[in-house]
């Protein structure tokens, strides 16, 4: 056991005097990782989705507001016809439904499109969407109170 501990002990003092290898194994990784880290663009991108609203009223046009302000989304609102084949050519990831009896009164389902190709975007869409619009309601259902 002890000439495993002086063998260990006489490595360490060998690797240590030896400038080049403290350069090489430590200080230019170290300087890799954060020339590559600092420059390297990290923000996430935006889901491209579009938004087709029915409705045309107050709570889907507050709606559409509030899914902007999450960040999270590049929203294109238009027909269903259009952005149906934007979804269809890939250009687009999600097509959002807003039904024509979405209001403050009434529970309505919100249709969702997605596009086969983008599964992973349009699950974290889907998601979001879903929690925004839950909360949506909740909202609207305190104010009536």
């Known amino acids: 056991m002890k000439a495993l501990i002086s063998l260990t002990i006489a490595s360490t003092k060998?690797?240590?005097r030896n400038v080049s290898t403290l350069?090489?194994?430590?200080?230019?990784p170290l300087v890799l990782i954060f020339v590559f880290g600092a420059f390297t663009n990290q923000s996430a991108s935006k889901i491209d989705i579009g938004v087709v609203d029915n409705a045309?009223?107050?709570s889907s046009k507050q709606f559409t507001t509030i899914l902007d302000k999450t960040g999270a989304f590049n929203i294109?609102?238009?027909n269903q016809e259009d952005l149906t084949d934007k979804i269809n050519s890939g250009k687009k990831d999600l097509?959002?439904?807003i039904?024509?009896?979405f209001n403050n009164s009434v529970k309505?389902?919100?249709?969702?499109?997605?596009?086969?190709n983008k599964r992973q975007e349009a699950q974290n869409a889907t998601t979001i969407i879903s929690q925004v619009l839950f909360n949506f309601q909740l909202s609207?259902?305190?104010?009536?109170n």
């Not at 350069?23 to 230019?28: C, R």
């Not at 309505?108 to 086969?116: E, W």
């Not at 609207?140 to 009536?144: D, G, L, T």
Request: charged content about 25%; aromatic content about 12%.
């Open 14 to 16: 060998r690797y240590v």
């Open 23 to 28: 350069v090489f194994s430590l200080f230019i």
């Open 56 to 58: 045309q009223n107050e």
């Open 76 to 78: 294109e609102t238009g």
């Open 95 to 97: 097509v959002l439904i």
């Open 99 to 101: 039904p024509s009896e």
């Open 108 to 116: 309505s389902d919100v249709k969702v499109l997605t596009n086969v």
């Open 140 to 144: 609207e259902s305190f104010e009536k």
